[in-house]
């Protein structure tokens, strides 16, 4: 055992770890980052400049490829050659299904940051008030308030295009300028203001259409559409193109890949964190790291595990598990529904390049005067598109019929699909099987989560209404769809180790730390008390530079 001692210890690069970094170092504190992946640098992004052409088997996924990664496979969430390297390989990584969990993974330097969709939306006060005047879970023990000055603070770092709109369900940020909606859009947009008073807007997307002055190496947007392979001009954000660069400038950080923390080392006569014990992923070597403060950032359920599996004579169920709601109040979005269409009329428009981003609608359901018989609500996300020359696979076409048909641009097609409020149910929850280990030796994770009847009967309006916005528009042949899915598929996991003012029913207090253990944070997805229809990751990010704020003065304070 070799022992090393730190200001702060970070576990997790991705979205929440690499703010975490950012911020603790800057603010001055000696800190390690612990990735339990391998070590990706910013530009060293295998498949990123490859063409079609460069492709091994034409990009498709190989029969070894759906076999070791059958959860991605399984989904429709398809596998290429161009980002198979992104994902866990389950047989290496399983986990455990009660019921259908889809766990999307990437276990590496920046983890989900470099495949995320980007969207980034703040969420609104009725997020952070429904929990409370609908006797839903518990009440935040935080209000957008709390989190505005961070949102700000956020985008500005980030970069977010986007159009202000002026929805109190959909607060405007700090935008840099929108990308376009091309034309069809804009006429789906034209229709649902005038017939539904509902809001069409761009998607708020973490990619840069103008410069950034704090961040130069940054480049903006190259219209490619391959941000999931990586991108060699940083111009979206991700931790190693933004937050673990600027951390890494201050001097302050240290990055220790393949480490896998399995647990948190606790003094019960201090009652306080001290460190972390580690797996080295590739030597199997065990290793000790100590430091001050602590901050969980290895997402939700990676968090949840670290915190299940740390236990003591203090903590016998499970690190700061007082209230017995670790591990519980999974929640995620539900998806796989919704509806598409043909649209004539505009075939001697076009667009610009290949827009990394798509159009969203604004939640609309239980908002005013409108009452569902469920709770919550749902946006849309999708977008307009002419098809391409690859429909011609299916056409009787050869030599020069079939390269004149190659040039032109195919008919247009346009997909709304739902992302709906999942609420937090305490049955919902994932334990540890200590009976059953992985490669090195630690248990496995068992999920037991469902969609309820609230989801259920959501998910009627989500592919009645994008049917009816559809046909509203004059679009054509109209289809709707509603595919079974498990929990998961949303990827974005939340709530298993949530805040609240009480320790009797929550695990975390409104500055993110343990209730019982004053100097460990856990500001990832696991933090949530509630889901909100919109994308999560800019609000862990705003979270977690809010509690590392936090922590750098309770430390100057000595209280930690």
Avoid at 269 to 289: L, P, S
Wanted: hydrophobic content about 35%.
């Amino acid at each position: 055992m070799d022992n090393h001692t730190y200001d702060a210890i970070v576990v997790g690069s991705g979205v929440s770890g690499g703010w975490a970094a950012k911020e603790l170092t800057e603010k001055g504190l000696k800190t390690l980052v612990l990735e339990r992946g391998r070590m990706v640098k910013h530009g060293e992004y295998p498949t990123a400049t490859l063409d079609p052409w460069e492709l091994e088997y034409g990009g498709r996924p190989t029969q070894r490829d759906l076999e070791r990664q059958g959860v991605q496979a399984r989904t429709g969430y398809t596998i290429t050659q161009t980002t198979k390297h992104w994902f866990v390989d389950d047989i290496d990584h399983p986990y455990i299904e009660i019921k259908r969990f889809d766990w999307m993974r990437g276990y590496h330097v920046g983890g989900r940051s470099l495949m995320w969709g980007r969207q980034s939306y703040r969420w609104s006060p009725m997020d952070f008030e429904a929990n409370a005047k609908e006797g839903i879970g518990i009440d935040w023990p935080i209000r957008y308030e709390d989190l505005a000055p961070w949102y700000d603070y956020v985008e500005s770092f980030i970069g977010v295009s986007g159009q202000a709109e002026g929805l109190p369900q959909l607060p405007d940020g700090k935008f840099l300028p929108p990308m376009e909606l091309n034309c069809v859009e804009v006429h789906l947009r034209q229709v649902l203001k005038e017939k539904f008073n509902r809001t069409l807007t761009i998607g708020r997307v973490a990619n840069l259409t103008a410069p950034l002055e704090h961040s130069p190496h940054r480049g903006v947007c190259q219209y490619r559409n391959r941000c999931m392979r990586g991108c060699p001009y940083g111009a979206y954000f991700s931790s190693n193109s933004s937050t673990l660069p600027a951390a890494e400038k201050t001097g302050n950080l240290t990055l220790r890949p393949n480490s896998i923390v399995y647990e948190l080392i606790y003094d019960e006569k201090k009652n306080r964190a001290t460190g972390v014990r580690v797996i080295d992923a590739e030597t199997h070597q065990h290793h000790e790291f100590f430091a001050r403060v602590i901050f969980l950032c290895a997402s939700t359920f990676g968090s949840t595990f670290i915190m299940l599996n740390s236990v003591s004579n203090r903590f016998p169920n499970g690190f700061g598990n007082d209230s017995g709601e670790l591990g519980c109040n999974i929640m995620d979005h539900h998806l796989s529904v919704g509806a598409s269409a043909d649209v004539e009329g505009f075939e001697d428009k076009y667009y610009f390049g290949r827009r990394p981003n798509g159009i969203y609608i604004a939640r609309y359901r239980n908002i005013g005067d409108d009452r569902r018989d469920y709770l919550r609500g749902f946006g849309y996300q999708g977008g307009a598109v002419r098809l391409g020359w690859t429909a011609l696979l299916e056409q009787e076409a050869l030599g020069a019929d079939l390269k004149a048909r190659a040039a032109e641009a195919g008919p247009w097609h346009i997909s709304l699909g739902g992302f709906g409020e999942m609420l937090p149910y305490h049955e919902n929850r994932v334990t540890l099987d200590r009976t059953r280990r992985d490669k090195w030796g630690l248990p496995l994770l068992v999920f037991d989560a469902e969609l309820k009847d609230n989801e259920r009967k959501m998910r009627r309006d989500m592919a009645n209404d994008a049917a009816e916005m559809l046909e509203a528009a004059g679009f054509k042949n109209v289809r709707t769809y509603d595919d079974e899915i498990g929990v998961g598929l949303g990827i974005h996991e939340m709530g298993t180790a949530r805040m609240g003012h009480d320790p009797k029913t929550s695990v975390l207090n409104k500055w993110n730390q343990v209730h019982a253990c004053k100097n460990v944070f856990v500001t990832d997805g696991s933090c949530m008390t509630s889901a909100s229809c919109v994308n999560p990751s800019l609000t862990y990010m705003a979270i977690t530079a809010r509690a590392a704020n936090y922590a750098v003065e309770e430390l100057k304070r000595r209280n930690l």
